[in-house]
């Protein structure tokens, strides 16, 4: 049994300790917005933030996360889609295929906490999550956006 504080909400999870954190939010928790996408932590299709750093969570085994953790997912970014990088997000229209948008927007958050106002560098270098459509452009638009407070939509 694990205990795992989840979007605010503290669960017990009967799972054993080197099941990856991943497989826990998705199939005992329910929450399917953090996707699988390649299993070894490369495409970031996974992201979630524990502690408030971004983390990919199909590396980390739910036996190395400890009760006090705090774990955020897409779904706990915030209620009703208001995170300025979601509203972002929305207001360019960034994704085309959107299956790895949850773990763009979630490390797209985490560099925005850490660093308000990023140079392109800055985002080039933080945003290391893979996109298969080459949205790489307009998710720059939108961290910019989300930056400078002008994603009002």
Known sequence: MAKLNINGTVRDVEVEP???????????????????????????????????????????????VQASDRIITIEGLSADASHPVQKAWAAIDVPQCGYCQSGQIMAAAALLKRMPKPTDKDIDEAMTNICRCGTYQRIRAAVHMAANGTSRT
């Not at 497989?23 to 929450?31: K, N, P, S, Y």
């Not at 917005?33 to 970031?44: E, N, R, S």
């Open 18 to 64: 080197d099941t990856p954190l991943l497989w826990v939010i998705r199939e005992q928790v329910g929450l399917t917005g953090t996707k699988y996408g390649c299993g070894i932590a490369q495409c970031g299709a996974c992201s979630v933030h524990i502690n408030d750093e971004v983390q990919r969570s199909c590396s980390i085994r739910v036996g190395d």
